[in-house]
T-cell receptor, first 111, second 112 residues
Framework: SQTIHQWPATLVQPVGSPLSLECTVE??????LYWYRQAAGRGLQLLFY??????ISSEVPQNLSASRPQDRQFILSSKKLLLSDSGFYLC??????????FGSGTRLTVV | AQSVTQLGSHVSVSEGALVLLRCNYS??????LFWYVQYPNQGLQLLLK??????LVKGINGFEAEFKKSETSFHLTKPSAHMSDAAEYFC??????????FGAGTTVTVRA
């Protein structure tokens, strides 16, 4: 079965600082990988998805970027954080037909 | 394109009472439908999924959902609420392209 590892669990960063959130996948080869952001009361917003190494699709224009340097590694980054980047970030993978496995999330607070 | 609408952002039930969470979908192709549960500061856990087999789907923790094509609905139910059911619940739809679209979520509180 597929397991998604995400870290850190919580992060407090100043405005203008860089960001790197890492997600790794265990138990599946060549998974589709996704980054979602969850803001309070606003559901889940798909930020990026990747169908393979080096292949990134962006769903919404924003201050963030994503990379997939290895099959089972997906990274969410920013060069300069904004206050509006605060939220709960979730990584997900879909190595089986139709359905996601989620990581435990990272709570990012930009101050 | 696919989308879901969850009716009611908050639902409050008494312990032992029926839990009913409503979800309506829109899809241009036969949909695959999911319900997830999220506890505070945790990721989402799959409760159940509909993938064109039986229209009544049973999931974990006593939850079940029925796919009704004529009503474009996939409502989630549990006959008897437990305090541990207090969480946020998300309905999601996929059109077969491996991308899920989520509803805005319904927060369930359970009264003793």
């Amino acid at each position: 079965s597929q397991t998604i590892h995400q870290w850190p669990a919580t992060l407090v960063q100043p405005v203008g600082s860089p960001l790197s959130l890492e997600c790794t996948v265990e138990g599946t080869s060549n998974p589709n990988l996704y980054w979602y952001r969850q803001a309070a009361g606003r559901g889940l917003q798909l930020l990026f998805y990747s169908v393979g190494i080096g292949q990134i699709s962006s769903e919404v224009p924003q201050n963030l970027s994503a990379s997939r340097p290895q099959d089972r590694q997906f990274i969410l980054s920013s060069k300069k954080l904004l206050l509006s980047d605060s939220g709960f970030y979730l990584c997900a993978g879909s190595g089986q037909i139709y359905g996601y496995t989620f990581g435990s999330g990272t709570r990012l607070t930009v101050v | 394109a696919q989308s879901v609408t969850q009716l009611g952002s908050h639902v409050s039930v008494s312990e032992g009472a029926l839990v009913l969470l409503r979800c309506n979908y829109s899809s241009s192709v036969p949909p695959y439908l999911f319900w997830y549960v999220q506890y505070p500061n945790q990721g989402l856990q799959l409760l159940l999924k509909y993938t064109s087999a039986a229209t009544l789907v049973k999931g974990i923790n006593g939850f079940e959902a029925e796919f009704k094509k004529s009503e474009t609905s996939f409502h989630l139910t549990k006959p008897s609420a437990h305090m541990s059911d207090a969480a946020e619940y998300f309905c999601a739809v996929s059109g077969g392209d491996y991308k899920l679209s989520f509803g805005a979520g319904t927060t369930v509180t359970v009264r003793a």
